[in-house]
């Protein structure tokens, strides 16, 4: 008997392997305070190409999306481990820019690497980041808490990250076979920004702190939009409804996106990467959240369990909203 | 400038990148309960292979590796992250098989998996395991507590797991080009349940707290004998003497050491994978230790650290201990 994992899709996978796909960080203890425990793995080849990924910003990159893990329950990111597979090809200065750009994210973040593992590998560079973390119990958000009728909000844009690999791969193949290639990226450097070096949105948890407001449910948009908020919207038992003329796309976005005939919405609702955070909040604190100045906008609202999600377009429209499947590449 | 990761090994490589080589673990906190974190890549074709490795064993074997870590500091691992890189060859079942694997040696140890990742990997299968653990403040045994004097104490015996993984190798190419091919491994079931089957020394470590002992310094043997002896020797700024004609090998590790001409004393000093416990306690501990009943062997004993670390042979003459390299295969 041979299933698959195409048949099952990543989340498919995950709840027949673990029981429930459960939240972006594993929740330890019951008591006052939680530890909070997060994993990610980044390869080669699939989450990233060195050939364009400078080592420095994978470095910087790896820590972004180990602590947003630990923000998108609405906690302190304390303590990271690093794994690395390495690959003959690297050298030990491709390592020291890799650990130079983590700890520079560290710094930001106010995390410290404590350990971690090296071990050879045959096939291409490999890092694993594991993320250990807190929260008061009071304060804990995971995915399951939203409520009908509290507002969706996102924070700063969507899609950057995913036209921003565009552009690179783009280059890539434009330059395969140029001697002392000259990658043009002039206009985008956005878009490069979000993609190479995406930040981990600690400054929207201390604002929320300092509001003392606690989201009912938040998750880290890493799979993109349209897959994050199915995730809500499973967890918690509810609908969803986000309207198209509010979802924030960046300027370079749309100038790319029509560059290389990509819909700018596709891109904004499935392109990954973003490490943006979606949230819940009771309708009554549209004022509070939006007043953070930390860049937060309202999408959109929760529903009945029945109603499905869906986008609204500005004519009025309803079209639902689908998960992307896992591509085993 | 480019220096090959080879010119420094892998000791050199972690310290240069990290500042220190540091313990199994990572120990964070300062009360009287620390908190233990420990991380280990596994990748297909370097740490194993999938052509004999039945992934059951490999999922049982992971927890093994991961959790022996949080042993090695005298600590009690609690919880465990599971990250998978996997590629379109395997199958729903191969992982599912993993997991059972996986849940198993989680039962017998007393440690829950509470979350993961899954990625696709276009190259191989890829596992990263994390642990959290604890241990009280007056328990914690690091590498560098050894002192001069200390009795080198290790738990059973060594070299077999590297035997198995060799008698698996031969069985592979002799097999590679028969038809239901019958591998013949008839008599060394212990050395294959040693490589596929490694079991993690938590039955030690309660032992040894049932009666109070707190070991000086203490390593899990994962690289070899030799390269964990030197770790524990250079942490602790000792030397160390170890007696060959104490070395425990087991009957059928000397059977197939012989079948294919490997000296069975090389295997034990440099045989990697055993995932026993090597560690020290004062000189005056000999009978309490030896009277546990779960197979502890005093091989030798800690010396200043000007003698350097020697193997003793059953004539007196002494050779000295030198760490193996990294191997970027």
Redesign the interface.
């Known amino acids: 008997?041979?299933?698959?994992?195409a048949?099952?899709g990543?989340f498919g996978?995950?709840k027949?392997?673990?029981g429930s796909v459960?939240d972006d960080?594993?929740?330890?203890g019951t008591g006052k305070n939680l530890?909070l425990?997060?994993?990610?793995?980044?390869?080669e080849?699939?989450?990233f190409d060195l050939t364009y990924f400078p080592m420095q910003h994978l470095g910087y990159k790896v820590v972004t999306v180990g602590v947003s893990d630990i923000l998108a329950m609405n906690g302190t990111a304390?303590?990271v481990?690093?794994?690395?597979?390495?690959?003959?090809k690297?050298?030990?200065?491709d390592?020291?820019e890799f650990?130079t750009g983590a700890r520079k994210a560290c710094e930001e973040l106010g995390v410290e690497?404590?350990?971690?593992?090296?071990?050879?590998?045959?096939?291409?560079f490999?890092v694993?980041i594991?993320v250990?973390g807190s929260v008061a119990k009071s304060k804990i958000t995971r995915r399951s808490g939203a409520r009908q009728n509290d507002l969706i909000c996102i924070t700063r844009d969507l899609g950057a990250a995913y036209l921003g690999l565009h552009l690179l791969e783009r280059e890539k193949r434009a330059l395969a076979e140029v001697e002392n290639p000259q990658p043009r990226f002039s206009g985008y450097e956005y878009l490069l920004e979000r993609q190479l070096r995406p930040r981990a949105r600690k400054d929207v948890i201390d604002a929320l702190a300092a509001e003392n407001i606690v989201p009912t449910s938040m998750i880290d948009i890493s799979d993109g939009l349209a897959s994050d908020l199915l995730q809500i919207c499973h967890a918690s038992g509810c609908g969803a409804r986000i309207y198209l003329d509010r979802l924030p796309i960046a300027r370079e976005t749309y100038a790319l996106a029509e560059e290389l005939h990509i819909d700018p919405v596709v891109a904004a609702l499935n392109g990954g990467d973003d490490h943006e955070l979606l949230f819940t909040v009771p309708l009554g604190m549209q004022e509070k959240v939006t007043r953070l100045g930390v860049g937060i906008e309202i999408i959109g609202h929760i529903t009945a369990e029945s109603t499905g999600a869906a986008l609204v377009t500005p004519d009025g429209a309803e079209v639902a909203i689908k998960a992307q499947g896992?591509?085993?590449?």
Do not use: H, P
Not at 81 to 88: E, K, M, N, R, V
């Open positions: 008997m041979r299933t698959e994992i048949t099952l990543e996978l995950i027949r392997l673990m459960g960080a594993a929740v330890i530890l425990l997060s994993t990610d793995m980044l390869l080849g699939v989450n304390g303590q481990t690093l794994s690395l597979g390495i690959s003959a690297l050298s030990v200065e390592l020291e650990y690497i404590v350990g971690g593992d090296t071990t050879a590998s045959v096939t291409g490999a694993c594991s250990l896992f591509n085993l590449e």
